[in-house]
């Protein structure tokens, strides 16, 4: 089994984290869309919408992360149950799987990053996606439709009502995140379920951007949910690992680097 994925994106780490929570092994292929590598050739023509992550298992190739985490779910049940009797996530568990999935944190994180930044990487991001369509001429319809999906995104982030629909649409499910919370240990019941593996990487965006004060602290119930799911060894090997504290900035940084020198190499 092969998962294409990077530790900074949102869907990827929900996958890993049902990985870890399911104790699969996996052949990891790091993809950093950050730096234009889901736009290269390979992993374009497998996935030509170029969002990451996917999970391949021999030719069954799936790029929805729910789809992607019920097929897991479905591996380590018939696992563990022999091939039989398959025991998988309830009504609520899965309900509350798409509801949180219907929230997108693409535009909540850009509107939170510093413009100058935002701006430098979306034109190298632009840069890269003409060149690999002049290196593909048999992508080139499919790389066109990720050229104009990024001026799409950076009209959309010129309007701050796209802004406000995002930050609406967060408060409205922690604050029924908080209510549910304050009856149940966990998101659906008492025992640790998929609807958590769905939360707990919305909830480190929200420390990434350092804006816990505002979404976390100010709901009691999340802020001790959070304490206590940030102790799962899931939860460090996926997410801590990366960023928590200095290993933030380190991975920040890296990434940063990376575009810096690529943009100067284009230059000479």
Not at 123 to 137: N, T
Not at 176 to 194: D, I, P, R
Not at 239 to 247: A, M, S, T
């Amino acid at each position: 089994m092969q998962l294409y994925h990077h530790p900074f994106s949102l869907d990827s780490q929900k996958v890993r984290l049902t990985l870890e929570e399911k104790g699969i092994d996996y052949t990891s292929h790091h993809v950093n869309p950050l730096t234009g590598k889901n736009m290269d050739a390979f992993f374009f023509s497998m996935n030509p919408s170029a969002k990451i992550p996917v999970f391949q298992n021999g030719s069954h190739i799936i790029y929805d992360t729910i789809e992607i985490i019920q097929y897991i779910e479905r591996i380590a049940e018939k696992v563990s149950s022999g091939g039989n009797n398959l025991n998988v996530s309830s009504r609520e568990v899965v309900e509350w799987m798409h509801k949180i999935q219907e929230w997108d944190g693409m535009y909540f994180t850009l509107f939170h990053v510093p413009e100058k930044y935002r701006l430098y990487v979306s034109k190298f991001l632009r840069r890269v996606i003409i060149a690999r369509m002049a290196e593909s001429p048999n992508l080139a319809s499919a790389y066109h439709c990720k050229l104009r999906e990024a001026y799409d995104t950076d009209d959309k982030l010129k309007n701050v009502d796209v802004l406000r629909r995002s930050e609406n649409h967060l408060v409205r499910l922690l604050d029924e995140v908080e209510l549910k919370l304050g009856e149940t240990s966990y998101l659906a019941g008492e025992e640790f379920s998929l609807a958590d593996v769905m939360l707990i990487p919305v909830l480190a965006r929200i420390q990434l951007l350092n804006l816990e004060d505002e979404y976390i602290n100010s709901r009691p119930n999340i802020a001790d949910y959070w304490v206590l799911v940030k102790q799962r060894p899931s939860y460090n090997k996926v997410i801590g690992k990366y960023f928590d504290g200095w290993r933030r900035r380190k991975t920040l940084l890296k990434t940063w680097c990376f575009i810096r020198v690529r943009s100067m190499l284009r230059k000479y």
